[in-house]
C-alpha cells in the first residue's frame, strides 16, 4: 500500500473519531463524564510547587508564545531556504487555531466549575492550548525528522516536542481551566488537520517526508 493511501486512511480514522468526540461532548454523555471525572480525580491535585511549575509550563502554551516560537522558527527555515517546510508549519499553525476557535463557538461548552488557578476566558472544548501547542510542536518534529541527519539530534528534538505537547496538555487540566476530553478534542482536531495538510504537501509531490525547500 502506499504512503499516501496508509495516510489518507489514518486522516479518515482521525476526523471519524474527532467527530465520534464532539459528538460525545456536546451530548455531555456517561463516555465523557466517566472520562473526565476519572482523569480529573488522579490529576486536580495541587501544591504551591506544582501550581508554579505548571503555571509556567501553561504560559508556553498561550497565544503570544506560540506565536513568537513559531515566527522564530519560520524565519529559521527561510534563511535556511527549507521554504516548504516553513510554509508547512505556519499552515498547521493557522489552520488549526481558526478551525479550534470556530469549534469552541459551535459546541458552546462551559469550563469546569471548579476553582481556575490561572484565568482562562471563551468556551471550553477544544482546549486551544493544546491544539495550538500540537500543531507547532508535532510540526516541529515532523520538519525535524527529515532536516536533521543526525539520529541523536532527532531523538532530543522528538523527545522535546512531545514533552512540550503532553505537558501543556497535562497542565489545563492541572490549573482546571478544562476538562481532560477538552484536551483530547485539542490533540485529534490538530492530528487531524496535520495529517490532511500532509497530503496536500504529497499532491502537490512536495511530500513532507522531503521537506527540503527550494533553493533561490
Known amino acids: ?3 499516501s493511501k496508509k495516510i489518507s486512511i489514518f486522516n479518515v480514522f482521525l476526523l471519524l473519531l474527532f467527530v465520534f468526540w464532539t459528538i460525545n461532548v456536546s451530548q455531555h454523555t456517561n463516555l465523557i463524564k466517566n472520562f473526565d471525572t476519572a482523569l480529573i480525580s488522579q490529576i ?13 509550563i501553561t504560559s508556553i502554551g498561550d497565544t503570544f508564545a ?3 516560537v513559531t515566527a522564530i522558527i519560520f524565519l529559521l527555515l527561510i534563511v535556511k531556504k527549507y521554504h516548504y517546510a516553513a510554509i508547512f508549519l505556519v ?3 493557522v489552520v488549526i487555531s481558526g478551525t479550534n476557535s470556530i469549534i469552541k463557538t ?11 488557578f490561572v484565568y482562562a476566558g471563551g ?9 495550538s501547542s500540537f500543531a507547532l510542536y508535532i510540526s516541529v518534529l515532523i520538519i525535524s525528522l527529515y532536516i536533521f541527519k543526525k539520529l ?3 531523538i532530543v528534538i522528538s523527545a522535546i516536542c512531545i514533552a512540550m505537547v503532553l505537558l501543556i496538555g497535562y497542565s489545563r487540566i492541572f490549573l482546571g481551566v478544562h476538562y481532560p476530553s477538552d484536551v483530547f478534542g485539542g490533540y485529534l482536531l490538530a492530528a487531524t488537520i496535520i495529517t490532511f495538510n500532509t497530503l496536500l504537501f504529497r499532491a502537490k509531490n512536495l511530500s513532507v517526508l522531503q ?3 527550494v533553493k533561490n
Open 106 to 116: 459551535i459546541i458552546d461548552r462551559p469550563r469546569p466549575s471548579h476553582h481556575h
Open 211 to 213: 521537506l527540503k525547500g
Open 1 to 3: 500500500m502506499k504512503i
Open 66 to 68: 506560540t506565536i513568537v
Open 123 to 131: 468556551y471550553s472544548f477544544p482546549s486551544g492550548h493544546s491544539a
Open 91 to 93: 499552515l498547521n499553525k
Open 44 to 56: 486536580y491535585h495541587h501544591n504551591t510547587l506544582t501550581l508554579g511549575i505548571f503555571r509556567f
Open 152 to 154: 541523536s539530534l532527532k
